[in-house]
């Protein structure tokens, strides 16, 4: 959370000074609602004017504000909270000890705090600048003269000096803040107290760019030599602050992962965890790349920081659309590491804030997405996906030729009976597959997939699951959270409500859908297509699992089986004359069945998705078809070619055919 901002908000709710010491409890509350392990403030110490004075006069900074905040004024500029003038709580926000007072009270909430430390570079006035000036990389003035954008003209005790920017070497030089050396021992010795004295007001720390000063890099940066050829900060340095507290925790920010792994350095530093830079930069790509990643050793996985925003990156609605933002929290959030919420990316917020205003814009907030995320962090919230194994889920092919399983992208977590299947589609098109999961978490004939993101519960023959695996046909960024378990073993029932007493809604007959095993063996069983005959005596049912059969309407005996397409069977028509049935499939093709020879006696190809409608013509041998490929057509029935193209819909949602 930007702290600066956080409390500006509840000022102006509550038209009163608020400080870290004096938050409402209903706010703090509010937080707890997330069930988060810790809150990471960004931004408690002291500003420094000197940077603010120099982001007012960088047009840059102020035009990227006044674009974030409408009505921006001067003192809605605060600076930069990475531009630190000295390591004490600002006294805007109370000072230290209100900061002590939030800590203790977040702890009785269970809740934890992590801080910053920003330790390549500090502000222009800081103390160390007149003090301690050999302690920051220094250039001459001919290097002032040749890159004013690099160096500042400084006045210490020991005389005028140029100091160079902090930078890393990529992009300028952030020009509010001064270098620090870290080839020389003193400098790595009085960081590593600051970092000590730091470690004891929090239970962890976001280190800042920390990839930044381990030798390697510093020297690509600054060239020269270490006083110490072997020397590296990091390693002493936490080993310093675990000596006094073994619990805390480092949380390293690392860059340029594709280039060469720096969080798997940092790790070996001594980083409990590192940024996952190499995911965020994959989420808007080929599937296939995420899968990629997700397959590294679980031991480096459990140390990653997952995120899809934060405050140096877009909001996660404004880059990936508001669908596909939640589609990949919930990838990225149910993932082994550390889990990073943004504050606002929960409420659909789209301004990115920069980091030098102390006051953001009034957004609304997106309802839905909002409730859908706390469903989410509920689900976040469960003891499996803490103290469980996770383990990547294969995802097959639905049927022949259909390469949209490729989209699907699962995982699951396990611990004893308890288990959550997590299934997110990556594309924008509607994706089917099969998934090789894990269904052995109970010994019973029957599981319960319940949707945690979701109110849907289906039963499952636990052998057909552990056999052929479970298919799932998700929309574009369509997710699913199952919690798989044991359940009573009761057959699939569909509930025949009388023609005559239709509008009554009757109760007459149940029957148990119990289709064979003998066809492909599919984990998804459910009713999906349903048909009276002409005559209202007959009814036939179609399922996921390709199958078709005819039951009586009066006895709720199965008459036939009428026998299986080539994929998932969605809907289903009778002829008028009722001698024959219709099939629509996953698979874009049209099945004629002669019920009496018991016989498949057509298959019509022709649309270019999954047929979803059917209807045969009351008078005359036309078959009417609506499909996913946006396009509803009219086939003669004779000789299977289409007569005429209906209609071109201008989304995939095609409507119910009806007489």
């Avoid at 809150?39 to 500003?47: F, K, N, P």
């Avoid at 002669?594 to 022709?606: E, F, H, K």
Wanted: hydrophobic share 40%; charged share 25%; net charge negative.
């Amino acid at each position: 959370m930007n702290t600066w901002t956080w409390l500006d908000r509840l000022r102006r709710e509550s038209d009163e000074g608020i400080t870290l010491a004096t938050i409402p409890q209903e706010e703090l509350e509010r937080l707890a609602g997330y069930h988060p392990d810790a809150v990471w403030l960004m931004g408690v110490w002291e500003r420094s004017p000197h940077a603010r004075a120099i982001a007012l006069r960088d047009t840059r900074v102020v035009a990227e504000c006044r674009e974030a905040l409408p009505g921006f004024v001067e003192d809605d500029l605060v600076g930069s909270p990475y531009s630190i003038r000295r390591y004490v709580v600002d006294a805007h926000l109370g000072g230290d000890h209100a900061l002590e007072v939030l800590r203790g009270r977040l702890q009785r909430l269970g809740i934890g705090l992590v801080l910053d430390f920003v330790p390549n570079h500090l502000a222009p006035d800081h103390p160390w600048v007149d003090s301690h000036p050999e302690r920051f990389v220094q250039g001459s003035e001919a290097d002032l003269a040749r890159d004013p954008a690099g160096y500042i003209g400084v006045r210490s005790q020991r005389g005028d000096v140029a100091l160079a920017c902090g930078r890393d070497g990529f992009f300028p030089p952030w020009q509010d803040t001064v270098q620090l050396d870290y080839r020389r021992g003193d400098t790595r010795v009085a960081m590593t107290e600051q970092l000590e004295m730091v470690s004891q007001r929090c239970d962890g720390l976001r280190c800042d760019m920390a990839m930044l000063l381990t030798r390697k890099d510093f020297i690509r940066v600054w060239g020269g030599l270490f006083d110490d050829s072997d020397a590296e900060f990091w390693p002493s340095a936490i080993e310093r602050v675990r000596g006094q507290n073994p619990d805390f925790a480092f949380i390293a920010e690392a860059y340029w992962i594709d280039d060469d792994d720096r969080g798997f350095a940092l790790q070996a530093q001594g980083f409990d965890f590192t940024y996952d830079e190499r995911l965020y930069k994959r989420l808007n790509g080929d599937p296939g790349l995420v899968a990629d990643h997700l397959q590294a050793g679980l031991h480096y996985q459990r140390r990653l920081v997952r995120f899809i925003e934060n405050h140096d990156e877009p909001r996660a609605v404004e880059r990936f659309g508001r669908d596909a933002s939640f589609a990949l929290a919930t990838l990225v959030l149910t993932l082994p590491g550390m889990r990073l919420v943004h504050d606002g990316q929960a409420e659909g917020y789209r301004t990115r804030v920069p980091v030098q205003l102390g006051r953001q814009p009034a957004e609304p907030i997106e309802v839905e997405l909002a409730a859908m995320y706390r469903r989410l962090l509920d689900v976040l919230a469960q003891p499996v996906l803490r103290h469980g194994s996770w383990h990547l889920v294969e995802s097959a092919s639905a049927w022949g030729g259909n390469s949209s399983y490729r989209n699907i992208l699962a995982s699951q977590w396990g611990d004893g009976a308890d288990s959550l299947l997590v299934a997110v589609n990556l594309s924008v098109d509607r994706s089917q597959c099969y998934l090789r999961a894990d269904f052995s978490v109970s010994d019973g004939d029957t599981l319960l997939l319940s949707d945690r993101l979701g109110s849907t519960s289906f039963r499952r023959s636990a052998r057909k699951l552990r056999r052929s695996g479970l298919f799932l046909d998700l929309p574009g960024f369509g997710c699913q959270a199952f919690s798989i378990g044991p359940a009573s073993d009761s057959p699939q029932t569909v509930g025949l409500v009388s023609p005559v007493h239709a509008s009554g809604l009757a109760h007459r007959h149940t029957i148990d859908w119990q289709p064979t095993d003998s066809v492909h063996g599919s984990s998804w069983d459910s009713t999906f297509g349903m048909a009276w005959s002409p005559d209202n005596a007959k009814l036939a049912l179609s399922d996921l699992s390709f199958h078709i059969s005819i039951w009586d309407g009066d006895s709720a005996a199965q008459v036939s089986d009428v026998g299986a397409q080539g994929a998932p069977v969605t809907c289903l028509t009778w002829s008028p004359d009722g001698r024959s049935l219709a099939s629509g499939s996953n698979d874009a093709t049209i099945a004629v069945w002669d019920l009496a020879a018991g016989a498949r006696r057509q298959t019509i190809s022709g649309h270019e998705g999954p047929v979803l409608a059917l209807d045969w013509s009351p008078t005359r041998g036309l078959l009417a078809s609506g499909s996913m490929d946006r396009t509803v057509r009219i086939w003669d029935t004779d000789d299977g070619y289409t007569c005429e193209l209906v209609a071109s819909h201008a989304d995939s949602r095609t409507p119910d055919i009806a007489r």
